[in-house]
Nanobody, 119 residues
């Protein structure tokens, strides 16, 4: 099981930016379909953005144009650049990956990183 550790969260004002990072424990990362997910209090986990091993990307409609997912295979690291943040983006953000992008009810999750958007 490849393990993932998220970082980069914090408290930011509406309209601000954050860059999340996700480190993978194995070079298998380079062939994985990776995703960023989030779970807000009282809500189900949702897939925010995903990126294939060939760098094709998809985004949740509510973040399209504001968030950018990218990967550095040499560093086994996944990124999520978040701009124009809104209070509704507040959640714990997780990364996960596999040969196919994991479902939101996958068994394995890392610790996540908290993002809070508030004035």
């Amino acid at each position: 099981q490849v393990q993932f550790v998220e970082s980069g969260g914090g408290l930011v004002q509406p309209g601000g930016s954050l860059r999340l990072s996700c480190g993978a424990s194995s070079g298998m990362f380079r062939i994985y379909h990776m995703g960023w997910y989030r779970q807000a209090p009282g809500k189900e986990r949702e897939l925010v953005a995903d990126i294939t091993s060939g760098d094709s990307t998809r985004y949740l409609a509510s973040v399209k144009g504001r968030f950018t997912i990218s990967r550095d295979n040499a560093e086994n690291t996944l990124y999520l650049q978040m701009n124009s943040l809104k209070p509704e983006d507040t959640a714990v953000y997780y990364c996960n990956g596999g040969i196919f992008v994991p479902s939101t009810d996958a068994d394995y999750w890392g610790p996540g990183t908290q993002v809070t958007v508030s004035s």
